[in-house]
């Protein structure tokens, strides 16, 4: 009975101790943020330079969302991987400016503390590239991803630049379709006839 009664006051003395030493983490820990509150919902239809880059980060958003899935594919993933890292590259500072100018416009003051997946949610876009790929199926649309993404539809650096045109010739027809921002955001790197929507 002593030596538990002694192993027992030992215990208590080394917790204490051990107790003393240690920070308290509850009282340390920051408090946390509040989750993020957009300011807006879905699409601004009414801000031309709004919508045309919540298009451009849906664009964004699909093919990243379709070279996400492609990489589970062993017979596709080096190719996936490789045509969206080199279209990435390119169009990585775009991008960047995409992210900051809606992060602003959804969160505003908040704006630093937007993510990727708070934009997605601000913007109702699909966040599984099968739930818009409809009757194309993943290997279908995998299959042409490396020379799809090439293509002048998805050159977002240029389609904002375009998009940034004196009125006038912002509103004249477009002769190349190709050259037009799309109309709505899609994940489509498979032919155009079988795109798929990234939003709802």
């Excluded at 998805?154 to 009125?167: H, T």
């Excluded at 010739?169 to 498979?190: F, G, K, L, R, W």
Aim: glycine letters at 4%.
């Amino acid at each position: 009975m002593k030596r538990f009664a002694a192993w027992l006051l030992l215990a208590l003395v080394s917790a204490a101790a051990t107790a003393q030493d240690a920070t308290p983490t509850a009282e340390a820990a920051a408090p946390l943020a509040a989750p993020l509150t957009p300011l807006h919902q879905g699409y601004a239809f009414e801000q031309t330079d709004v919508l045309v880059r919540q298009r451009l980060f849906g664009l964004a958003h699909g093919l990243s969302l379709l070279a996400g899935a492609c990489l589970d594919l062993a017979d596709q993933s080096g190719s996936t991987q490789e045509a969206y890292a080199a279209w990435h590259a390119k169009q990585a500072t775009v991008i960047d400016g995409l992210v900051t100018d809606l992060s602003r416009y959804y969160f505003g003051a908040r704006a630093e503390e937007a993510r990727w997946g708070d934009l997605v949610r601000a913007l109702n876009l699909k966040d599984n590239i099968r739930d818009v790929l409809g009757d194309v199926t993943l290997e279908e649309a995998c299959a042409t991803l490396p020379t799809a993404i090439i293509r002048p539809r998805y050159e977002l650096d240029r389609l904002l630049a375009e998009s940034k045109l004196p009125e006038t010739e912002a509103t004249a027809p477009v002769a190349n379709p190709e050259a037009a921002v799309p109309p709505a955001p899609t994940s489509s790197v498979v032919p155009d006839a079988a795109a798929p929507k990234a939003s709802e």
